[in-house]
C-alpha cells in the first residue's frame, strides 16, 4: 500500500531535519496530492502537492531511497508535481530545502519565504507544537510560462504515477 511505504520513505529522513514528520493518517488523507516513482510495487520515490491558495503551492515530502539517489527520480517526482500542479490551474509553486543544486538544477529561483505568510504560520504552529524545525532555503518557480523539461532522463527504469 502507498501510504504506508510514502510514510517509510518519509520518515527514515525526519531525525537528521532533512524533512518534516507525516504521519499515516495525514498522508491517507492528502494521497491524491502524491506522485509516487515505484520499482516493481516498492515505492522508492515521492513528492506531495500542499496548495496554500488556487494559485500557490508547495512541493514538500521530496523523498528518493538511498539506493537510488542519483538516478534522476528525485527530479522526476517533482516534475509530476509541477505538471498535478498546472492541471489544477496552480501558477507558482515554491519548496524549501537544504540542497540548493537540486531545485536550481529544475530552474528554480531562491527567494524569501517571508514572501510565503501561509508557511511561516504552519512553521509556527510546528514549533508551538514541539516539533524541531531546521532552518531551510526557499525557492519558487513560475509555473504559467516557464515549462521546463527534464534535463536527461532517468537513468533508472522506474514507473512515475499519481499516488
Ligand atoms: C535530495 C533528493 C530528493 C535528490 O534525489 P535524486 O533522485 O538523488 O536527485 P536527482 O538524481 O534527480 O538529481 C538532480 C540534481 O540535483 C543534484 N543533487 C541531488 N542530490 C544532491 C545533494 N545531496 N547535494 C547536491 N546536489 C544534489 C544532482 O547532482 C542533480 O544535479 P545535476 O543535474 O546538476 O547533476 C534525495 O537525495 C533525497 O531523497 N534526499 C534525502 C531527503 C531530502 O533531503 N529531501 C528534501 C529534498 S528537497
Redesign the pocket.
Known sequence: MDVEQIHQLVSQ?VADG??LPRTTEQIALNIENYIVAVNGHRVV?CAALEEYSPSLAEVSS???APT?????????VVLGIERLARARGIGEIF?L???D???I?LDYSPTAISRYPEKLSRYETLTSAGVNLVPKRCFQKNLEDNWSVA??PAKSKRTLRAS
Open positions: 529522513y532533512s524533512m520515490a521530496v523523498a528518493v537510488e539517489h542519483g538516478n534522476g527520480l528525485g527530479t522526476q519548496a530545502s537544504l540542497i543544486r537540486f531545485f538544477a534535463r536527461r
